[in-house]
């Protein structure tokens, strides 16, 4: 613990003037950009951010605000941005757990799936969010599309396409591929779509990370992805109850594609709500007065982030794989992802294997969302209550998985109640994950570097939950043993890397703060104000 309250101290690393926890997250940037203006500083490229078009200079971003004003504001940010983000992260889980449900009504008898099919419908899934996770990223950032360039269009008007629009498109063809799925009459016919559906995922999260430091401070981010991520439990007990009210369906269909045709269809129409009501920016909202996008585009002054810039900048992309942070982020999305590949598919299964009906298996999936909700939960509401903490918590909420694992793994089968209880604590690494996903925003920094190293996070989060699947083999079904080994051995790797992660980011804290205390004004005198929309990676800010 010593170690622990030492290296907390420092924490995770930042890119500005203060001690804060972390170092600045990324500038989220748009592609028809004023030139740059007197007083601003820009990133080596020669381009800034959109937010400079409202403010004609630095001195400009001091707007005066009353402290209820902002609170306002913030409500307001709040109603027009998390319930669509947390909808979408509900149908986002439920759609990846179908075929965990379509598994315990039958798919694999009525398509004949045989020796190791199964585990490959469950990772080809990702294969295709695998190839698409670099394309994707990349048009999240060359969006908006404008047919025009800057300065023969109105900020207001700033595109024919933006990213919630984007989103919401992808939603609708990921329920699309999904409805497909129920005409299915072989294994290579459902992988095929299943491959489809899974590149249509694959701008599902690192979306919503852009959108979330697009509209909030560095500070409010872990706790608002974490709302937003809490849906991912919510998500769970969702599909339970689904799963269990399609499992009473008496119709023509066999269950499981009554499973594909009515989540497909919701995600569908919750696709086309998406591509019309989210927001794309505070730049351009529709429900914000022109004064309101000043002041949500000043609360990210200090973030150093700006809102929107679409070039891409070939020495960001350079920088990122030259920053060592960009491979630990790499691994922890494996090893953190590992099992979450195998209890999203075979979660079903193992708990069918404690003796439940079908309809029960089903509904024992509800208290396993809601334990992970209120997981998420706590988790962020003590990382923004106990400061620099994030790595400490990570490994506290691992904890929780670890031991769920080995009780798993060492109860007696016939123990019904208490391997229940064991895989309900495999749960909190969801809440692990939402601070690694907050980490890797906060440590970040200049857009095109943001978005190479969300891909490459991802990349790690596709490998995890393709190689997670192939360790649940069918000859140890339903108790799975070497499944269960490979997330006890996965948390393990995670911790280490957590805590090597820490060290360095600490030093790397300490470095910064050497730096900026010799620079005119020392730590708490920098001009921040020149720099807020300028696009500049994390070394950059350092210099």
Known sequence: MRLFTKLAQAEEGGISSTKGDDIK?????????????????????????TAMAIFSTPDEVHEPIDPD?????????????????????AFF?????????????????????AGTEYNWLSSIFYFGFLIWAFPTNFLMQRLPIGKLPWHQRKVERSADLELGKYLGFNIF???????????????????????????????SDPSFMLITSMWYTRKQQPVRIGIWYTANGLGIAGGGLLGYGIGNIKGALPSWKYEFIIIGALCCIWGIVVFIMLPDSPVTAKLLTHRQRRLAIERLRENQTGVENKHLKAYQVREA????????????????????????????IIIKGFGFSTLVTTLMQVPYGIFISISILVCVFLNDRFKNRRCLFIIIFLIPNICGAFSLRFTPVDQKVGRLISYYLTGPYNAAFVLILSMQTANTAGHT??????????????TGNIAGPFFYKTSQSP?????????????????????????????????????????????????????????????????
Not at 187 to 192: D, E, G, H, K, P
Not at 449 to 462: H, I, P, Q, R
Not at 495 to 520: G, H, M, T
């Open 173 to 203: 063809m990921w329920g699309f591929f999904l409805m497909l799925q129920a005409a299915c009459q072989s294994f290579a016919t459902l992988a095929l779509l299943r491959a489809f559906g899974g590149a249509a995922e694959a701008c």
């Open 69 to 89: 004003e902002a609170r306002r504001l913030e409500r307001k940010i709040d109603f027009m941005i998390l319930p669509y983000l947390a909808v979408c992260y």
């Open 93 to 113: 889980y439920i759609d990846k757990t179908t075929l965990s449900y379509a598994a315990i009504f039958g798919i694999q008898e009525d398509l004949n799936l």
């Open 479 to 543: 108790t799975y043993s070497l499944g269960i080994w490979s997330m006890i051995v996965s948390h393990l790797v995670e911790v280490v890397v957590i805590l090597l992660l820490w060290f360095l980011l600490s030093n790397e804290n300490k470095r910064r703060d050497r730096i900026q205390s010799d620079e005119i004004g020392g730590l708490e005198g920098r001009d921040l104000d020149a720099t807020a929309f300028s696009d500049m990676t994390d070394r950059e800010n350092l210099k």
């Open 25 to 49: 997250p990324p500038v989220i940037h748009d592609q028809g950009l004023p030139p740059q203006k007197a007083g601003w500083q820009v990133s080596r490229a020669g381009d800034g951010d």
């Open 449 to 462: 570097k943001k978005v190479v190293t969300n891909a490459v996070l991802f990349l790690g989060y596709c």
């Open 321 to 348: 794989f030259m920053d060592y942070k960009l491979y630990f982020f790499f691994v922890l999305g494996i090893v953190g992802n590992i099992p979450n590949g195998g209890i999203s598919n075979f979660g079903t």
